[in-house]
């Protein structure tokens, strides 16, 4: 989480964080939803810039399993 929080700009507060999502951007071409799962968090990164994707990848592609 440290590594998001140092690197993407939190969303604001919204109907969806009650279900224990957050959101974050970096810019308005990329989000990253982060869900507490038990000990650990589950992932979700997408971004419309293929080469900013790809970037995204390599960072947390190398945190945990990947589906």
């Not at 279900?19 to 799962?37: A, P, R």
């Not at 038990?38 to 970037?55: A, Q």
């Amino acid at each position: 989480m440290e590594l998001i929080k140092a690197n993407f700009e939190k969303k604001p507060e919204n109907f969806r964080n009650r279900l224990g999502i957050e959101f974050y951007s970096d810019d308005k071409d990329s989000i990253i939803s982060v869900m507490e799962n038990g000990d650990c968090y589950d992932l979700i990164y997408s971004s419309r810039n293929r080469n900013r994707y790809e970037e995204m990848n390599e960072i947390f592609g190398e945190l945990g399993e990947t589906i």
